[in-house]
């Protein structure tokens, strides 16, 4: 049997366009029968690393990261949602939404890994903020949505202020943006090539169909 297509996918749990992508890319893999030929790996990227604790309303943020405009930011928030829902995701913006820090996030999303439910935990962070308006900075929250998919969110909050595993999530990081890696999501495909932003289907199918005939 060939080896599997290895699948990193970079992305932040609060990043719109990293769910959409995924949608599309699962569409793919589905679509091609490879469900059993390719390994996903997410790999992490803070979109605000220097997010505060309690956040920043979503208004401000995208009007002082992007220079939006109120109208701007609407149109987008449209154009998202239409995205979504065309994929089989519901996005549910709201007036009082937040961007949040990731950090623990993606220290989970590892801890996940370890336990082979790093996709499914990752898809319900962003069901959680993007659909059901929870804060995934929140200890809380998060161990809830370790619980709701089978691991010990009790547990495996612990590691959260292990300074280890804080570094090494720092570091992969790090890894990814030295290889070039300035916006999500990024798929990079076998560690050879990638592709960033929410391709349609038909190019992951493309790039795919290419890679399994090597």
């Not at 009082?96 to 993606?106: E, G, I, R, S, Y």
């Amino acid at each position: 049997m060939k080896n599997k297509i290895k699948l990193d996918i970079v992305s932040d749990v609060v990043c719109p366009w990293c769910i959409v992508g995924y949608k599309h890319l699962e569409t793919a893999i589905n679509e091609l029968g490879m469900q059993d030929q390719v390994e996903i790996e997410w790999q992490p990227f803070e979109l605000n690393p220097d997010m505060p604790a309690e956040g920043e309303g979503l208004r401000q943020h995208v009007a002082r990261k992007y220079g939006s405009s109120a109208e701007d930011s609407a149109r987008a928030k449209d154009n998202i949602t239409k995205q979504g829902a065309e994929s089989g995701f519901e996005f549910k913006y709201f007036d009082d939404m937040k961007m949040v820090n990731t950090f623990d996030a993606h220290i989970l999303l590892e801890y996940a890994k370890e336990k082979g439910k790093q996709t499914e935990l990752k898809l319900r962070l962003f069901s959680a903020f993007f659909t059901e308006q929870k804060d995934v900075s929140d200890r809380n929250i998060l161990t809830e949505e370790l619980n709701s998919i089978g691991l010990d969110g009790a547990e495996a909050i612990k590691i959260l202020d292990d300074m280890q595993r804080r570094e090494e999530t720092r570091t992969a990081q790090r890894y990814w943006t030295q290889l070039g890696v300035s916006s999500v999501p990024t798929v990079v495909f076998n560690h050879e090539s990638a592709v960033t932003g929410a391709h349609p289907v038909e190019t992951f199918k493309q790039v795919l169909t290419e890679l399994a005939q090597k």
